[in-house]
């Protein structure tokens, strides 16, 4: 798909194996004899790098409720640990996507830390990344887990901020990518100027880069209200 990782490492003549259930449902992370497959090739050498985005949804803002605001999701997690891990209180139904989301996060975490094994000592580290919603005030993140925290400590480790809009993504959807990539041209700042947006059902207005991502209806331009 144009514009996907794949496709960029492919425009410079590298291969990439992709896992996402999306793309087949055999892909399931969370399975045991899959992940130790996996796992096994990245012991034995066979990826020069890898790069991970597990999900998020029961991690997401979203789910933070906001005095005066309409109620939301329903939050599974909370800021910290033991919580973080997921909220004895949540809904038995969501549960279930908690712990993949926890899973799949260990996955990516695991993944990062063998290519550092297999990086000598005083070399650049082979090239590992993850990739997550920024991290807020007073809202879990994958990055606050306390396994992501400890692995940030090693000196090869860092985590930048950028933003997607630029790249083609509907709002700015501010995003972190821990791991050993400097990614120095990556966007900090939406750079789009603000312009007036209405929520049609209500009337509401907003001046922003971006509709406003809150509701169930989309903004749109004042002008075309």
Not at 142 to 161: C, N, Q, T
């Amino acid at each position: 798909v144009a514009g996907s990782v794949r496709h960029a490492i492919e425009e410079l003549g590298g291969t990439m194996d992709c896992y996402d259930i999306r793309i087949d449902k055999s892909h399931d992370l969370c399975n045991d004899a899959l992940w130790s497959q996996i796992s096994a090739e990245l012991r034995r050498g066979k990826f020069q790098g890898g790069i991970a985005s597990p999900p998020c949804g029961t991690f997401s803002v979203c789910r933070r409720q906001d005095p005066g605001e309409a109620p939301g999701p329903v939050a599974l997690r909370s800021e910290g640990p033991p919580g973080i891990y997921g909220l004895k209180d949540a809904p038995v139904d969501k549960k279930e996507a908690t712990r993949v989301g926890t899973l799949c996060a260990f996955r990516a975490f695991s993944m990062v830390e063998e290519l550092l094994a297999l990086s000598p000592a005083g070399e650049v580290p082979m090239p590992a990344a993850i990739e997550t919603p920024a991290r807020r005030e007073g809202v879990p993140s994958v990055f606050k887990l306390l396994e992501a925290m400890s692995l940030a400590e090693d000196k090869r480790i860092g985590i930048v901020l950028g933003v997607q809009c630029p790249y083609g993504a509907a709002s700015p959807k501010p995003s972190e990518m821990l791991g050993t990539c400097g990614f120095q041209n990556w966007i900090r700042v939406c750079p789009h100027p603000a312009q007036a947006w209405v929520v049609p059902w209500s009337g509401k207005r907003h001046w922003q880069s971006h509709p406003p991502l809150r509701g169930k209806q989309r903004a749109i331009p004042e002008a075309e209200w």
